[in-house]
């Protein structure tokens, strides 16, 4: 369940003569959905309408980290980690957790001790990661998600100039 708390100032209004017309597009990614959904009425949240792409969430956001970290570990170190079970289990976990981080940060550290081992020794994972080398690297995946904001836009009825909050969540 997803819970939205939005803050108003009510500095030079009554609150009982307050009514809110906001137009919101809300945009929502889970383990393998995207949806867009236009609010009609924050009081009583009424959805104008939906779209998304049943085939993109937030799970394709975690491979594309994933896949960096595997192909910049043998960059670095020379080590494929596709065929260590504990290791991609490991960078998983370090993806979810960056990928959370950056939704609340500019950059965040991957620091993978002991990630894996060879003749001269163990490996250690230590990478910085910007936001704006994730959304390079999600590009794409972002880009899919243009397709169905403009339809769910369109099928409510107004125009992006309309649109006075986006939400991603």
């Not at 999600?138 to 649109?163: F, H, M, Q, W, Y």
Request: charged share 30%; net charge negative; with cysteine.
């Amino acid at each position: 369940m997803l819970t939205y708390r939005l803050e108003l100032s009510l500095s030079n209004l009554e609150a009982e003569n307050l009514v809110l017309r906001q137009q919101a597009l809300v945009a929502s990614t889970n383990e393998s959905l995207f949806e867009d959904t236009v609010p009609q009425d924050w009081i009583e949240l009424k959805v104008k309408t939906t779209n998304g792409d049943t085939f993109l969430g937030g799970e394709d956001f975690d491979n594309d980290l994933l896949e960096f970290l595997v192909s910049e570990f043998k960059r670095t170190k020379g080590i494929d980690l596709t065929k260590d079970r504990l290791a991609l289990w490991r960078l998983r976990e370090a993806a979810e957790k960056a990928n959370i981080e950056l939704s609340s940060t500019s950059q965040t550290d991957i620091k993978l001790p002991f990630i894996t081992t060879n003749a001269s020794g163990a490996k250690h994972l230590n990478i910085t990661l910007t936001i704006t080398n994730f959304e390079a690297l999600v590009d794409n995946l972002i880009e899919r998600t243009r397709n169905p904001c403009k339809s769910c836009l369109k099928d409510a009825g107004i125009s992006v100039k309309e649109v006075d909050e986006v939400l991603f969540v």
